[in-house]
């Protein structure tokens, strides 16, 4: 069993940045390929960014490349997505996951095996 907890969100303005982490307990993550995803308010949760097992392979979605960072340290157990130039449509609860299977990283919600609770992100204009 893997327990994810992520931290980091918060109320930003717009053109701010913030930084995500998830944490796991339970088991190591230097095995898994890790995502992020994120739920706006009535809306589907939707991929934002995966990362390899190793950190040598990272996926983003159209809307947040270039603007967003997946990253992970191993040794602490903790993935971390940093967010620049944030705008108002990135405000939504960002969850971490953990793909057991793929350790290359997946864009799709299904192959993930276990989640955390969610943080909030909120981005004013």
């Known amino acids: 069993q893997v327990q994810l907890e992520e931290s980091g969100g918060g109320l930003v303005q717009a053109g701010g940045s913030l930084r995500l982490s998830c944490t796991a307990s339970?088991?190591?993550?230097?095995?898994?390929?890790m995502g992020w995803f994120r739920q706006a308010p009535g809306k589907e949760r939707e991929f934002v960014a995966a990362?390899?097992?190793?950190?040598?392979?990272?996926y983003y979605a159209d809307s947040v490349n270039g603007r967003f960072t997946v990253s992970r340290d191993n040794a602490k157990n903790t993935v971390y997505l940093q967010m620049s130039s944030l705008k108002a449509e990135d405000t939504a609860v960002y969850y971490c996951?953990?793909?057991?299977?793929?350790?290359?990283?997946?864009?799709?919600?299904?192959?993930?095996?276990?989640w955390g609770q969610g943080t909030q992100v909120t981005v004013s204009s």
């Open positions: 339970g088991r190591t993550l230097s095995s898994y390929a």
């Open positions: 996951a953990a793909d057991i299977l793929r350790p290359w990283g997946s864009r799709k919600r299904n192959e993930y095996n276990y």
């Open positions: 990362i390899s097992w190793s950190g040598g392979s990272t």
